[in-house]
């Protein structure tokens, strides 16, 4: 149980274009999930809470307008990175939260580089 | 908001000997402390939580203890093995939902 997976893995894209990245919980309902990103070598830094059904929150310093996220359903989160820079390139990964319980699951990640 | 520090940044040690890694928080409220192993390109993956109401939780080779009044709570490995090498993160809860993250150890086991 509490299996999360990510899509894609690893996607390559060009400066200026848009990428979607999407999260979801297979076997639990997760009413809230998280988005992190990841530098190498480092700890996983918190970008947002999404939540089913109404706007994500956003951590300081986190650009609203370029991470675009939606929780359209209680089993999907969506991540869209608009007009990537090559500074946006990391690896990010979601978490989602069985609303029942306290723990989080993490998805597998995904590696973005824009070149 | 919650501050979470965790100590040391790196920890070799031999095959079968323990390791002990401690994190602090700052959020006196929180009540709730994941531990996360990731293994490189790999997502995190829950090893070990602990609730406030206890002192310390063991499932099999790991342990945690917390303890509240000092803010703090560390994690236990014991007979270490080489496929315990990886990075673990301690967490802490910020605003009920939110994890906030230790800086990670770098757990490194010599046979």
């Known amino acids: 149980g509490a299996v999360v997976s990510q899509h894609p893995s690893r996607v390559i894209c060009k400066s200026g274009t848009s990428v979607k990245i999407e999260c979801r919980s297979l076997d639990f309902q997760a009413t809230t999930m998280f988005w992190y990103r990841q530098f190498p070598k480092k700890s996983l830094m918190l970008m947002a809470t999404?939540?089913?059904?109404?706007?994500?929150?956003?951590e300081q310093g986190v650009e609203k307008d370029k991470f675009l996220i939606n929780h359209a359903s209680l089993t999907l989160s969506t991540l869209t990175v608009t007009s990537a820079h090559p500074e946006d390139s990391s690896f990010y990964i979601c978490?989602?939260?069985?609303?029942?319980?306290?723990?989080?699951?993490f998805g597998p990640g995904t590696r973005l580089t824009v070149t | 908001g919650e501050n979470v520090e965790q100590h040391p940044s790196t920890l070799s040690v031999q095959e079968g000997d323990s390791a002990v890694i401690k994190c602090t928080y700052s959020d006196s409220a929180s009540n709730y402390f994941p531990w996360y192993k990731q293994e490189l390109g790999k997502r995190p993956q829950l090893i070990i939580d602990?609730?406030?109401?206890?002192g310390e939780k063991k499932d099999q080779r790991i342990a945690v203890t917390l303890n509240k009044t000092a803010k703090h709570f560390s994690l236990h490995i014991t007979e270490t093995q080489p496929e315990d090498s990886a990075v673990y993160f301690c967490a802490a809860p910020y605003n009920t939902d939110k994890l906030i993250f230790g800086t990670g150890t770098r757990l490194q086991v010599f046979p």
């Open positions: 999404s939540n089913e059904g109404s706007k994500a929150t956003y």
């Open positions: 978490s989602a939260r069985d609303y029942r319980r306290y723990e989080q699951y």
């Open positions: 602990i609730r406030s109401n206890v």
